[in-house]
């Protein structure tokens, strides 16, 4: 029997690869979790796609881990790319309305621990760890970066100035 290798997945269904189903059955996190995302290495994500297990591996590599998103669908890079690019462009947007001085304030929830169940706050996928965080503020241009305590465990949050 015969598999046919040549069926292209079809991008407008590319929310169908973020689906909360799917992220049940194939958590990228599990992924993440592996002890092999150690400093200095450097990770070829082939068939990339929207970047499912990429956003994953990002999220826990340390931070001198280079990566390579390659795909053969250009349509699926470019949506990669504007996810990529969504966070920091929001964050270069802010700093650029902001006064001089200005302070931006971030409050938001760290990835839960393995086989911990949700009870409260965003979806997983929707969680920026503190770390994360802080490397795009700072390479947005932010500086005086300012934990504020006092928030539930698993909770941070911080201020930025302009």
Do not use: C, N
């Amino acid at each position: 029997m015969s598999h046919d290798h040549h069926h292209r997945f079809d991008p407008a269904h590319v929310a169908r690869l973020d689906d909360p189903a799917r992220r049940q059955a194939l958590p990228p996190e599990r992924l993440a979790e592996a002890p092999t995302l150690t400093p200095g290495l450097r990770v070829a994500d082939v068939g990339t796609g929207a970047g499912y297990w990429l956003f994953a591996l990002l999220d826990a590599a340390p931070d001198d881990v280079r990566f390579w998103a390659l795909d053969t669908e250009p349509l699926r890079l470019h949506t990669l790319k504007v996810r990529l690019a969504d966070r920091r462009g929001y964050l270069l947007e802010l700093r650029r309305v902001l006064a001089p001085g200005g302070r931006l304030a971030l409050v938001d929830r760290d990835r839960l621990p393995p086989g911990a169940e949700r009870t409260m706050g965003p979806p997983e996928a929707e969680r920026v760890p503190f770390a994360v965080a802080r490397a795009e503020l700072e390479a947005a241009g932010f500086t005086d970066l300012t934990p504020v305590p006092g928030f539930a465990i698993g909770v941070w949050s911080v201020l930025a100035r302009r």
